[in-house]
């Protein structure tokens, strides 16, 4: 069967894209299944650095776009994950050395290769997000409880929509129930609210997060993190099986709530 | 706007700028293109920028050199016209537009009515979100929510059939007798003719609600009754 093409975007900054990509793929490939990932924030890598396989670059994805390499050379080899690949993003050009039709060749190239593909999206709405685009079966719309992110969420949707890549579903980074339930952070339902799309998981706010990020070893791979679970409850709903969702705040109002809201579509 | 010296023209279009080169050689044309575009830095910055060639043979390294050191300097180059199939295929293959005449996908529209009634409205069914712009020199119906960060600018009144959050400003060419209606009225801001108001706080139970200039000539919303 060929690839699922998934690329996560936000609009806004610093939300949690290449976070999410890092873990979804761990999630995916713990599962089992063939993953590749591929950073598109050219100029700005990091997703090498989450997953640990920052010393490993030796060819980056303009080297296979420009025709100094072949696409096996670029994919480097999870250390634990042996199913888990990622081309990384050059570091030393910009986002106007991959333009929308290269990243269709190049994904192309990889479908019959493996089940899933995973891009990052740099932020911004501008060239390298729609190379991001431009390839993708599926868009997931990462967001933080928060008015500003929410608004950038609302705006990329918007462009989506106007391109033909479909509404995407939506992940919600960092929650924080304590502050939703004192009425100081925009609740799960809030923001389905405004944004009126399918939602695919809410992931806590989690210090581990960043622990884990900064040793290149993504969360999804600690089975006592909440947001580790949330992730691999994500990847296991892009393989099409039905994962309730987490009880965030110990009450089940919240799955409640969010079980309301997705069945509605 | 317009700019000659020996090789290069530029002229300004609706969405950016055309180049046109003649057919002297591709390494003088493309240096003299970065020479004018160096010396007036801050015309160029940020320029959408569309390259008619001519009759030049292009390949992908020349074309990618010169998108390369545009995009350096803050240019996007979209489209490269050509009387070469070669050039064409270039561009074609750098995911480059070879047309400039196919307008870009547009998300602020700009709707113009010729004989423009009274009763002229236009149907929006579909939620407008962050980023939409839309402006008519009618009347404005929207079955759907306006979110945040969207605008609508009409010179008739504005229906919200759903919740209003964003912008919307109604009789945008002075005619203070605009009214704008929406089953949930909490946008951003609302202006009438010259008023402008930023309103109230989201309510608990919203429900529907128009508003307009009263006779104190202040714009104020009010439950709306039938009849």
């Given at each position: 069967m060929p690839a699922q093409v998934i690329t996560i975007t936000s609009g806004k900054g610093g939300v949690g894209k290449t976070t999410a990509v890092a873990n979804l793929a761990v999630g995916l490939a713990l599962e089992g299944a063939k993953v590749v990932c591929i950073d598109g924030d050219i100029g700005l890598r990091n997703l090498d650095v989450i997953l640990g396989l920052e010393n490993r670059i030796v060819y980056d994805i303009v080297d296979v776009i420009e025709g100094r390499c072949r696409l096996k050379q670029a994919m480097i080899?999870?250390?634990?994950?042996?199913?888990?690949?990622?081309?990384?993003?050059?570091?030393?050009?910009?986002?106007?050395?991959?333009?929308?039709?290269?990243?269709?060749?190049l994904i192309k190239d990889l479908r019959n290769d493996c089940d899933f593909v995973l891009i990052d999206s740099p932020a911004g709405i501008e060239r390298g997000f729609k190379n991001a685009i431009a390839a993708a079966d599926r868009v997931l719309v990462i967001t933080n409880p928060?008015?500003?992110?929410?608004?950038?969420?609302?705006?990329?949707?918007?462009?989506?929509?106007?391109?033909g890549k479909g509404p995407g579903a939506l992940i919600i980074n960092r929650l924080n129930p304590t502050l939703v339930k004192n009425h100081n952070m925009l609740s799960a339902d809030d923001v389905l609210d405004l944004l009126a799309v399918e939602l695919i998981g809410v992931v806590p706010e989690d210090e581990n997060v960043i622990i884990s990020s900064n040793r290149g070893a993504p969360v999804a791979f600690d089975s006592?993190?909440?947001?580790?679970q949330a992730f691999r409850n994500i990847a296991k709903r892009l393989r099409g099986e039905k994962v309730p969702f987490l009880d965030l705040d110990h009450t089940g109002g919240l799955w409640q709530q969010l079980q309301r809201l997705t069945g509605r579509k | 706007m317009s700019e000659t010296n020996s090789l290069i023209q530029i002229k300004g279009l609706r969405d950016g700028l055309l180049v046109s080169l003649d057919d002297a050689p591709w390494e003088e044309q493309r240096v003299a293109l970065l020479t004018q575009v160096d010396s007036q830095q801050a015309f160029f910055q940020g320029a959408r920028l569309a390259l008619d060639v001519a009759s030049q043979v292009l390949h992908v390294n020349e074309l990618v050199e010169l998108r390369d050191q545009?995009?350096?300097?803050?240019?996007?180059?979209?489209?490269?016209?050509?009387?070469?199939?070669?050039?064409?295929k270039t561009a074609q293959l750098l995911g480059l537009a070879t047309r400039i005449s196919k307008p870009r996908p547009e998300e602020n529209r700009h709707f113009s009515v010729e004989n423009l009634g009274e009763e002229t409205a236009l149907f929006l069914s579909r939620t407008l979100r962050s980023g939409t712009r839309i402006e008519f020199a009618g009347h404005v119906v929207v079955l759907g929510d306006v979110n945040p960060g969207a605008e609508i600018v009409a010179e008739g009144n504005v229906i919200i059939w759903g919740r209003l959050r964003g912008m919307v400003h109604a009789g945008a060419k002075g005619n203070r007798n605009a009214i704008i209606c929406a089953l949930d009225?909490?946008?951003?801001?609302?202006?009438?003719?010259?008023?402008?108001?930023?309103?109230?706080?989201?309510?608990?139970?919203?429900?529907?609600?128009?508003?307009?200039?009263?006779?104190?000539?202040?714009?104020q919303a009010e439950l709306w009754s039938p009849g």
């Open positions: 080899r999870d250390k634990k994950l042996p199913e888990l690949y990622l081309i990384p993003a050059a570091q030393t050009r910009d986002k106007n050395a991959v333009s929308p039709s290269d990243m269709n060749r928060e008015v500003s992110a929410v608004r950038d969420a609302d705006r990329v949707i918007g462009i989506l929509e106007a391109e006592k993190s909440k947001a580790g | 545009l995009s350096e300097r803050g240019i996007s180059l979209w489209a490269v016209i050509s009387e070469s199939p070669t050039t064409e009225l909490s946008p951003t801001q609302l202006r009438i003719a010259e008023e402008v108001s930023a309103i109230l706080k989201p309510r608990e139970n919203p429900e529907p609600e128009m508003a307009r200039i009263n006779k104190d000539g202040k714009l």
